[in-house]
């Protein structure tokens, strides 16, 4: 009798949740379109699943200056998305009040498959990593506490957090997971370079282009592997030590003395839009860091192996490298329209 | 359909005969009632100190009934906090039971390290999650002493690390002076002597770690031992 009267309860229960969700429009969902060649994100989607609203509200708080403690400052202030959101001419990052870091801005594209963030794989998660620069007094130097507290007592960000997550709570849970649906669309495979892979109709490489081709694949492919054009790995590439910098790259996060001076391998894609190179912005010409690899390393204990030897590279190798990279650069990403800056009113 | 309705219900039932378990958290500095603030307390090694901020993460709670099997609480973090009465009271469901053993690890589990923005007691904003190297700050003890180098002769101890080798979470087994019968409700008197963490530590050579590293994980191998049962 009991056991009839409980399952009658239960019955009830799932015909008013039914009743109560019907007409209310809740977000909807974002199908992300990938290539099949590639393989799974490593970003759990399951747990944050991409929605319209969510990543409507993930690009209006990436644009927003009011993420940083004077509201001068927007994510989207560093990564601009003509440079692959990476910072134009800007050899070191720089926040509020004129402060500057000791690390140039990393590009911002495909990073649904990377693991870990920042040039010393600091940061172990998507969702955590805009944590960083929004409280590095450096950079945006917010108190998380208080900028939630900003943004609950924002008409416009109770509307879209309620748009997306059903509610009207803001927290910085939510915060995370809309900035991280904002950057999970951020997805370059539309270069050039990737329409010859293709073999799309009327599409090859020239034969100075095939020529860097060759020559990538045979020198850089090791850490620069395709299709992201890294391995995501951390290494010594042999770039000497500046004592007025005193960056000791990996090491800082493992406190292991194998990992001194060792930085993120970047990606390729779009290399030649988002100058300066390496992780002080130290080079702003592509073929300075040619250079470094053909005679300027210094091979200190953690060295990388593949790169004890350097990489000689002739001046013809060189400019038809160069112009293997022009092939990286995706103007479809670059000019995406989802994923311009936009006008924060309020 | 109508078997998982039923399981549901069941689930339900069975939920609802849990019975509270109350933690009252106390903390003393070798033994006297801790006080942050002014009041200064005297370290194994000779120096004198005092505390502005105390506060750490409990989790993974189970109690072990006298028949030796183990019974998990839902898993759930808390943050506890010297500067926070409501912290100090920590409530577990737990069935009806003669319990003689209390089990809890002091930290937060690898897996939520690493698992994105989370929620709650670990929501970033609380400031016990490094943004830098992420994880979170398993415990932290701040305060000053005359015996630190450090600017202002602080002492700043924020002790974290998940990963191999650094690792500074640790699992507390206390056993019960008596057996707990649980019945409805229940209360446990917990003391956590922040005194155990500097065992074998001078504020001379060490006032201040924040980062995972060997002297974390001293730190955390001594408060492993900070907590008694007071009833």
Same mark, same amino acid.
């Given at each position: 009798?009991?056991?009839?009267?409980?399952?009658?309860?239960?019955?009830?229960?799932?015909?008013?949740?039914?009743?109560?969700?019907?007409?209310?429009?809740?977000?909807?969902?974002?199908?992300?379109?990938?290539?099949?060649?590639?393989?799974?994100?490593?970003?759990?989607?399951?747990?944050?699943?991409?929605?319209?609203?969510?990543?409507?509200?993930?690009?209006?708080?990436?644009?927003?200056?009011?993420?940083?403690?004077?509201?001068?400052?927007?994510?989207?202030?560093?990564?601009?998305?003509?440079?692959?959101?990476?910072?134009?001419?800007?050899?070191?990052?720089?926040?509020?009040?004129?402060?500057?870091?000791?690390?140039?801005?990393?590009?911002?594209?495909?990073?649904?498959?990377?693991?870990?963030?920042?040039?010393?794989?600091?940061?172990?998660?998507?969702?955590?990593?805009?944590?960083?620069?929004?409280?590095?007094?450096?950079?945006?130097?917010?108190?998380?506490?208080?900028?939630?507290?900003?943004?609950?007592?924002?008409?416009?960000?109770?509307?879209?957090?309620?748009?997306?997550?059903?509610?009207?709570?803001?927290?910085?849970?939510?915060?995370?997971?809309?900035?991280?649906?904002?950057?999970?669309?951020?997805?370059?495979?539309?270069?050039?370079?990737?329409?010859?892979?293709?073999?799309?109709?009327?599409?090859?490489?020239?034969?100075?282009?095939?020529?860097?081709?060759?020559?990538?694949?045979?020198?850089?492919?090791?850490?620069?592997?395709?299709?992201?054009?890294?391995?995501?790995?951390?290494?010594?590439?042999?770039?000497?030590?500046?004592?007025?910098?005193?960056?000791?790259?990996?090491?800082?996060?493992?406190?292991?003395?194998?990992?001194?001076?060792?930085?993120?391998?970047?990606?390729?894609?779009?290399?030649?839009?988002?100058?300066?190179?390496?992780?002080?912005?130290?080079?702003?010409?592509?073929?300075?860091?040619?250079?470094?690899?053909?005679?300027?390393?210094?091979?200190?204990?953690?060295?990388?192996?593949?790169?004890?030897?350097?990489?000689?590279?002739?001046?013809?190798?060189?400019?038809?490298?160069?112009?293997?990279?022009?092939?990286?650069?995706?103007?479809?990403?670059?000019?995406?329209?989802?994923?311009?800056?936009?006008?924060?009113?309020? | 359909?109508?078997?998982?309705?039923?399981?549901?219900?069941?689930?339900?039932?069975?939920?609802?005969?849990?019975?509270?378990?109350?933690?009252?958290?106390?903390?003393?500095?070798?033994?006297?009632?801790?006080? +942050?603030?002014?009041?200064?307390? &005297? #370290?194994?090694?000779?120096? /004198?100190?005092?505390?502005?901020?105390? !506060? $750490?993460?409990?989790?993974?709670?189970?109690?072990?009934?006298?028949?030796?099997?183990?019974?998990?609480?839902?898993?759930?973090?808390? +943050?506890?906090?010297?500067?926070? &009465? #409501?912290?100090?009271?920590? /409530?577990?469901?737990?069935?009806?039971? !003669? $319990?003689?053993?209390?089990?809890?690890?002091?930290?937060?589990?690898?897996?939520?390290?690493?698992?994105?923005?989370?929620?709650?007691? +670990?929501?970033?904003?609380?400031?016990?999650?490094?943004?830098?190297?992420?994880?979170?700050?398993?415990?932290?003890?701040?305060?000053?002493?005359?015996?630190?180098?450090?600017?202002?002769?602080?002492?700043?101890?924020?002790?974290?690390?998940?990963?191999?080798?650094?690792?500074?979470?640790?699992?507390?087994?206390?056993?019960?002076?008596?057996?707990?019968?649980?019945?409805?409700?229940?209360?446990?008197?917990?003391?956590?002597?922040?005194?155990?963490?500097?065992?074998?530590?001078?504020?001379?050579?060490?006032?201040?770690?924040?980062?995972?590293?060997?002297?974390?994980?001293?730190?955390?191998?001594?408060?492993?031992?900070?907590?008694?049962?007071?009833?």
């Amino acid at each position: 009798m009991i056991r009839k009267a409980v399952y009658l309860l239960s019955l009830f229960c799932l015909w008013l949740l039914i009743m109560g969700k019907a007409g209310e429009p809740g977000p909807e969902y974002y199908t992300l379109k990938l290539p099949d060649s590639l393989p799974k994100p490593v970003y759990d989607f399951s747990k944050n699943p991409l929605t319209k609203q969510g990543i409507a509200l993930g690009r209006y708080l990436f644009y927003d200056p009011k993420l940083s403690k004077d509201s001068s400052v927007s994510c989207g202030f560093c990564h601009q998305q003509f440079a692959a959101f990476g910072h134009f001419d800007h050899a070191l990052s720089h926040g509020i009040m004129g402060r500057v870091t000791s690390r140039s801005v990393p590009t911002l594209f495909n990073l649904i498959w990377q693991k870990d963030f920042m040039w010393d794989g600091g940061v172990n998660h998507l969702e955590v990593q805009p944590i960083s620069p929004i409280t590095n007094e450096d950079e945006m130097g917010m108190d998380l506490k208080e900028l939630i507290t900003r943004l609950q007592g924002n008409k416009t960000y109770k509307r879209m957090f309620k748009d997306a997550f059903g509610t009207e709570e803001v927290n910085s849970q939510r915060m995370l997971k809309a900035l991280s649906q904002f950057m999970a669309i951020m997805i370059s495979f539309e270069s050039r370079y990737d329409s010859v892979m293709r073999k799309e109709p009327g599409v090859t490489f020239t034969p100075e282009e095939q020529g860097g081709y060759r020559t990538f694949q045979q020198k850089c492919a090791a850490c620069h592997k395709e299709p992201f054009f890294t391995d995501f790995s951390m290494r010594n590439n042999g770039l000497p030590y500046l004592p007025s910098m005193n960056d000791i790259g990996r090491m800082k996060i493992t406190n292991n003395t194998a990992d001194y001076l060792k930085f993120k391998v970047p990606s390729l894609r779009n290399v030649l839009v988002s100058s300066p190179y390496m992780h002080d912005g130290r080079f702003f010409d592509i073929f300075q860091v040619f250079a470094m690899y053909d005679h300027g390393q210094e091979k200190g204990n953690t060295i990388d192996p593949l790169l004890k030897n350097g990489i000689p590279l002739s001046e013809k190798e060189q400019r038809q490298l160069y112009m293997f990279l022009n092939t990286l650069t995706d103007k479809k990403f670059i000019n995406n329209k989802d994923l311009k800056e936009i006008m924060i009113e309020d | 359909m109508r078997y998982c309705l039923l399981l549901i219900s069941l689930f339900v039932l069975k939920g609802a005969k849990a019975q509270t378990l109350q933690l009252n958290l106390n903390h003393t500095v070798n033994g006297v009632p801790m006080a +942050l603030g002014n009041t200064t307390y &005297l #370290n194994a090694a000779g120096d /004198t100190f005092n505390i502005t901020v105390f !506060r $750490y993460y409990l989790s993974n709670f189970s109690v072990t009934d006298i028949a030796g099997n183990t019974i998990k609480a839902a898993p759930e973090c808390f +943050l506890v906090s010297e500067d926070s &009465l #409501n912290s100090k009271r920590i /409530t577990l469901k737990l069935p009806e039971g !003669r $319990y003689k053993g209390l089990s809890f690890m002091i930290g937060i589990d690898s897996l939520l390290n690493c698992t994105g923005a989370q929620s709650g007691a +670990l929501d970033p904003i609380y400031g016990m999650f490094w943004t830098w190297n992420s994880g979170y700050i398993m415990a932290k003890l701040e305060g000053t002493s005359p015996s630190s180098h450090l600017p202002g002769h602080i002492i700043e101890f924020h002790i974290g690390g998940y990963r191999a080798p650094h690792i500074t979470q640790r699992i507390v087994n206390l056993t019960l002076p008596q057996t707990l019968v649980l019945k409805s409700s229940a209360k446990i008197n917990l003391t956590a002597d922040a005194y155990t963490w500097f065992n074998g530590i001078s504020f001379r050579q060490v006032a201040g770690f924040m980062t995972p590293g060997t002297a974390a994980d001293r730190i955390a191998d001594n408060y492993q031992h900070m907590f008694s049962v007071k009833n």
